[in-house]
């Protein structure tokens, strides 16, 4: 059974920085392309960014870019999201999403002073 | 980027009925790369549909989906309780990915 759990989530104050990870299972992970996709609260799913499957190439939103930094660890089944000058407009359930229909159960992220 | 665009942004309706909720794309797309996902509140989005029409492991026939090129829809064909939520469709065939904004299904 795949599984996608995501941590790392909290309270940031705008300017700051938390590190979020999503930890795959039920899969050969490093086939796989996996994405970030969020939800400010009571708004749609947002598309973050895009990490290959051997990590040679990412993607991101251009709202993101330049602030966000993906990677993944394939040694440890892990995806990760750097995420840098947090704005109170970057507040939202952050989920990592694989297209083939696999979604985590999210980790929230608040900006707020 | 292409824009998916649902409608309408609310239906409401009781259970029983069906309902017809609509994705239009900016551009076309390879029916290969269009999901549903349903999503409740305070949970993840669920994969209903993939391939624009084949039902994801575990989900109802009551649940149904169609179309091609620009247009697509999923239809329920008579509404459960557990069905009131929020549907959106994705492409993912052309980059970046993205979702039309949602159709609330409400009860009537």
């Known amino acids: 059974e795949v599984q996608l759990v995501e941590s790392g989530g909290g309270v940031v104050q705008p300017g700051g920085s938390l590190r979020l990870s999503c930890e795959a299972s039920?899969?050969?992970?490093?086939?796989?392309?996996i994405h970030w996709v969020r939800q400010a609260p009571g708004k749609g799913l947002e598309w973050v960014s895009l990490?290959?499957?051997?990590?040679?190439?990412?993607y991101y939103a251009d709202s993101v870019k330049g602030r966000f930094t993906i990677s993944r660890d394939n040694s440890k089944n892990s995806l990760y999201l750097h995420m840098n000058s947090l704005r109170t407009e970057d507040s939202a359930v952050y989920y990592c999403?694989?297209?083939?229909?696999?979604w985590g159960q999210g980790t929230l992220v608040t900006v707020s002073s | 980027e292409i824009v998916l665009t649902q409608s309408p942004g609310t239906l409401s309706l009781s259970p029983g009925e069906r309902a017809t909720l609509s994705c239009r794309a900016s551009?076309?797309?390879?029916?290969?790369?269009i999901a549903w996902h349903q999503q409740k509140p305070g949970q993840a989005p669920r994969l209903l549909i993939y391939?624009?029409?084949s039902r994801a492991t575990g989900i109802p026939d009551r649940f149904s989906g169609s179309g091609s090129g620009t247009d697509f829809a999923l239809t329920i064909s008579s509404l459960e309780p557990e069905d009131f939520a929020v549907y959106y469709c994705q492409q993912f065939g052309s980059s970046p990915l993205t979702f039309g904004g949602g159709t609330k299904v409400e009860i009537k």
């Open positions: 999403h694989m297209v083939e229909g696999y």
């Open positions: 039920g899969f050969t992970f490093d086939n796989f392309g």
């Open positions: 391939g624009a029409s």
């Open positions: 551009q076309s797309i390879s029916n290969t790369y």
């Open positions: 990490i290959s499957g051997d990590g040679g190439a990412t």
